[in-house]
């Protein structure tokens, strides 16, 4: 009987089907090696040399604001903070944070005079697979959220799946799901696509959506555009000038069907057209960092960090609205207090190879 199970088995094996499929995968798999391609990255970040990198739209504040850090360890990771502002009417006047960072696990958790707490844990299950959970509770109904992120990280290809307040207790599944994919085709061109599923409530329907995006590599420049499907088109160009300065150009292009007109689908007519566009520069000196950036819309922003001394540094920002006649001036010091045996900690770390945490 058993031989007959391994004859059975044996003859699965070798047909011709199952030896066509193996032989392609093997195949397929030899064409990529040989190609030398690397991870293009997320379609969520597929810009990020731009938008994270270059432009200060993150990064802007008003006020007065003064970060205080005391770091306990660096192998575990292991900080604390405290956060106070004035005159901002982004940020909370006070602020505690902690974080701990493993190569496995990442843990960080906020809480303002508010009440309001949010906390991040990232955990690595293998070197491609990592899983990152987010949540925020705020005082009042309505105010609580979640998110799950799972990110693989290919040799040449990632793939991700988010969800943003899942849930099943309604009878049904409900919240918001992104699947995305990007993929390396040559070591300059990388292509991929974003689905979107989202549902409210029960009595609602589902809705789908389906964004496509491309990234394209040169020497010293990396371009990029996505398609999504409402209409909207965003183009993005970085380039190193020289070795301590980059400079980057974004372009948002919105098309929604206008009141007047028939007929008015995607360049249509009767369709609205919007579009911004933003031009930034950043420029990296010894000890200080110094970013510029202008949009269609008037507005001019700029953002000058200097570290005056190792445990302390100074941050400026402003920005102009010139339609509006508005004017946002922000200063910000951070002071950063450790041992002297992190000193050595730091060295030993460097010197691992070790991954660090999970951010």
């Not at 809705?207 to 209409?231: F, N, P, R």
């Not at 911004?276 to 970013?291: E, H, I, M, N, V």
């Not at 000193?343 to 770390?349: A, G, H, L, R, Y």
Request: with cysteine; hydrophobic share 40%; glycine share 10%.
């Amino acid at each position: 009987m058993a031989e007959e199970k391994t004859t059975a088995l044996g003859f699965f094996q070798e047909t011709s089907v199952v030896s066509a499929v193996r032989d392609t995968y093997l195949w397929f798999s030899e064409r990529r090696e040989a190609l030398g391609l690397s991870n293009p990255g997320t379609v969520e970040n597929i810009a990020r040399e731009v938008q994270k990198e270059v432009f200060l739209t993150n990064y802007m504040f008003s006020g007065l604001r003064a970060d205080l850090t005391k770091a306990f360890s660096v192998a575990p990771l292991f900080q604390v903070s405290h956060a106070f502002s004035m005159g901002s009417q982004g940020l909370p006047p006070y602020t505690f944070a902690a974080l701990f960072g493993t190569p496995r696990v990442f843990l960080q958790g906020n809480v303002d005079n508010d009440g309001q707490l949010s906390a991040r844990a990232n955990y690595r299950w293998s070197t491609a697979f990592v899983t990152k959970t987010n949540a925020q509770i705020a005082p009042g109904p309505g105010q609580a959220m979640l998110q799950v992120d799972n990110d693989y990280t290919g040799k040449d290809f990632t793939a991700s799946l988010k969800s943003l307040n899942p849930s099943i207790l309604d009878g049904g599944l409900t919240g918001i799901f992104i699947a995305s994919y990007l993929q390396a085709l040559t070591p300059s061109i990388a292509v991929g696509l974003e689905a979107i599923w989202q549902r409210a409530a029960l009595n609602a329907g589902p809705e789908t959506a389906v964004s496509y995006c491309a990234k394209y590599k040169g020497s010293d420049w990396i371009a990029s555009a996505q398609l999504q499907a409402q209409g909207a088109i965003s183009t993005s160009y970085w380039r190193r000038l020289t070795e301590r300065v980059e400079a980057g150009v974004d372009l948002n292009l919105q098309f929604t069907p206008g009141m007047g007109g028939r007929g008015g689908g995607l360049m249509g007519v009767g369709t609205r057209k919007e579009g911004t566009t933003t031009l930034g520069a950043k420029y990296d000196f010894r000890a200080s960092t110094f970013k510029a950036q202008v949009d269609s819309s008037g507005k001019l922003s700029c953002l000058l960090e200097k570290r005056v001394a190792p445990p302390v540094q100074l941050t400026f920002a402003g920005e102009l609205d010139q339609f509006k006649q508005q004017a946002k001036i922000g200063l910000a010091v951070s002071i950063e207090a450790a041992g002297d045996d992190l000193m050595e900690q730091q060295e030993k770390v460097a010197g691992s190879t070790a991954p660090p945490p999970p951010f």
